[in-house]
């Protein structure tokens, strides 16, 4: 069974513009949270996607939005890029809310200059 | 806010040699999971732990759950050059499902 599969693995944005991002979940899987890894700060929880529903959300700026469809399969924007903003985006999956246990896709390294 | 302080942030050890990684909290856990990650790539999950006191052996790989679910461990016997990665552990709660608190991580070198 395919894993979690991020497109694109690299992107390289200039200060100002916008980026989406988008995550395919394992097949079942309906949970989608997204999470920014930097060397400095660590894996942050952007947010969890549920039924096309955000269920929760961490402390991101409003730049920072994302949706998920009726197949699972999610996005997410950042508008107004920072050059603060570049890290690794990581999507995981997990078959339902409540179970932590979660599959790592491989990630969106996003650079901004 | 649940925080994990995970110890010691970097590892440089000789193959064959043992070590254990620590991930601490002063909050109760519903479930801890640990997660392995090599550069570039996204974590790939090893275990989950969720009964207070909980050990699972994975090859050399020992797990355990504190008894009171805020603390864990990691030991890893005979180390290999192939256990080189960040080791992260994540915590889950009842009360907010769908978002896991992570620890910094531990950096982990084997020297052949």
């Known amino acids: 069974k395919a894993g979690v599969t991020q497109t694109p693995r690299y992107l390289i944005k200039t200060r100002g513009q916008q980026v989406t991002l988008s995550c395919s979940p394992i097949s079942g899987h309906r949970s989608v949270s997204w999470y920014q890894q930097t060397p400095g700060q660590g894996l942050q929880f952007l947010f969890e996607?549920?039924?096309?529903?955000?269920?929760n959300k961490g402390n991101f700026p409003g730049r920072f939005s994302g949706r998920q469809f009726s197949n699972s399969r999610s996005e997410m924007n950042v508008s107004t890029l920072e050059l603060g903003d570049s890290a690794l985006y990581l999507c995981?999956?997990?078959?339902?809310?409540?179970?932590?246990?979660?599959?790592f896709g491989q990630g969106t390294r996003l650079t901004v200059v | 806010t649940q925080l994990l302080e995970q110890s010691p942030q970097f590892l440089s050890i000789q193959e064959g040699e043992n070590l254990t990684v620590y991930c601490n909290s002063s909050s109760v856990f519903s479930s801890l999971q640990w997660y392995r990650q090599e550069p570039g790539e996204g974590p790939v999950l090893l275990v989950t732990?969720?009964?207070?006191?909980e050990v699972k052996k994975l090859k050399r790989l020992t797990f355990q759950f504190g008894d009171a679910r805020k603390d864990s461990s990691l030991h890893i016997t005979a180390a290999q050059p192939g256990d080189t990665g960040l080791y992260l552990c994540a915590g889950g709660s009842n009360t907010n499902a769908g978002k896991s608190t992570f620890g910094d991580g531990t950096t982990l070198t084997v020297k052949p």
């Open positions: 996607y549920f039924s096309e529903t955000q269920r």
């Open positions: 995981a999956s997990s078959l339902a809310r409540g179970l932590t246990e979660a599959f």
């Open positions: 732990v969720v009964t207070g006191g």
